[in-house]
């Protein structure tokens, strides 16, 4: 059973960074798309970033582009998200996900292993 584990939420002014991590355990990842996604209250959970474990290739929402990176250390099946210029609209609880599929990588149903959420606040 893969176990996903974020960490790295916290309180930050508008303007400031942050970095989240997220932690696999439990499976072999090598061909996993990992994903970000947020969801704040009384919305849908959305897409944010996800990163091919393969190639690294990136993709990213059009809200964080240029603000958010991406990346992972497949040696620590760790995946990471840079968080910068911060905006007030950022707040959410983060989640990261992974996909063992071939599947669109901006689409939750395409992911089948969650993680719990790490509540990232940004502050104006």
């Known amino acids: 059973q893969v176990h996903l584990v974020e960490s790295g939420g916290g309180l930050v002014e508008a303007g400031g960074s942050r970095s989240l991590s997220c932690t696999a355990s439990?499976?072999?990842?090598?061909?996993?798309?990992m994903g970000w996604f947020r969801q704040a209250p009384g919305k849908e959970r959305e897409f944010v970033a996800a990163i091919r474990r393969s190639n690294g290739l990136t993709y990213y929402s059009d809200s964080v582009k240029g603000r958010f990176t991406v990346s992972r250390d497949n040696a620590k099946n760790t995946v990471y998200l840079q968080m910068s210029s911060l905006k007030p609209e950022d707040t959410a609880e983060y989640f990261c996900?992974?996909?063992?599929?071939?599947?669109?990588?901006?689409?939750?149903?395409?992911?089948?292993?969650w993680g719990q959420g790490t509540q990232v606040t940004v502050s104006s």
């Open positions: 439990g499976g072999t990842f090598s061909n996993f798309i």
């Open positions: 996900a992974a996909s063992d599929n071939s599947g669109s990588p901006f689409y939750t149903a395409n992911y089948v292993y």
